[in-house]
């Protein structure tokens, strides 16, 4: 397996694409801006994106899904009870003094059971409310891509639509903690970390 970053989007937040190197399949997680690095990639190592996969629905983890989604020829799939962030983009947005062109487009929406699948690698889906309501994280082959839920030592904000901090800490501290702690952690913004750090030093545990 093979993990490119790439950051986009007016918040810098991060995209993942994630490689089978066997089978060249891949999937894209996170899609935050129209990023070429991406697209070149893709074509100089011959490989077939499957999936572009949404953590969450806030505006800065979805702007780049319609140019993105016509250059790659990927699913978008969208955790369902963030639809109506995506839907109404542009009202979430201008709280960041931000406005967007056209809604993105998405094809399927998930809930955990889901398995997506690249080559013989397999990701399941965790729901992990608290940032919005639909926010997940997605799990396989000892690495966790944990959109706006888990940070480097902080966690995810809990003052926007469908925020809540009480299911934020339940998914941290009684769901994503419970994982191995050599799972490492790619969040949707700052660098990388382990669950084994988090569970030492994150700020989450203040609220025990």
Do not use: W
Not at 76 to 98: C, R, S
Not at 148 to 172: A, P, V
């Amino acid at each position: 397996m093979l993990i490119n970053t790439y950051q986009a989007g007016p918040l810098d937040t991060n995209n993942y694409l994630v490689i089978d190197k066997h089978s060249k399949e891949a999937m894209l997680i996170d899609c935050s801006g129209y990023k070429p690095e991406i697209i070149q990639d893709v074509n100089s190592m011959g490989l077939n994106v499957k999936y572009i996969l949404i953590t969450h629905g806030h505006f800065d983890h979805v702007l780049g899904i319609n140019k993105m989604k016509e250059a790659l020829g990927a699913e978008v799939y969208v955790p369902t009870e963030d639809i109506i962030l995506i839907e109404n983009i542009n009202q979430f947005a201008k709280q960041f003094a931000q406005e967007v062109e056209s809604i993105p487009k998405y094809d399927k929406t998930y809930a955990p059971g889901i398995v997506f699948k690249i080559g013989n690698l397999e990701f399941n889906v965790i729901k992990t409310a608290g940032h919005t309501e639909g926010g997940a994280c997605i799990y396989g082959n000892g690495v966790l891509f944990s959109g706006d839920t888990l940070f480097c030592n902080s966690f995810g904000r809990t003052d926007l639509y469908s925020g809540n901090f009480q299911k934020l800490k339940h998914s941290i501290l009684n769901v994503l903690f419970y994982l191995p702690d050599e799972t490492k952690v790619y969040p949707g913004h700052d660098i990388a970390t382990t669950i084994g750090a988090e569970k030492a030093h994150n700020e989450i545990n203040k609220y025990r």
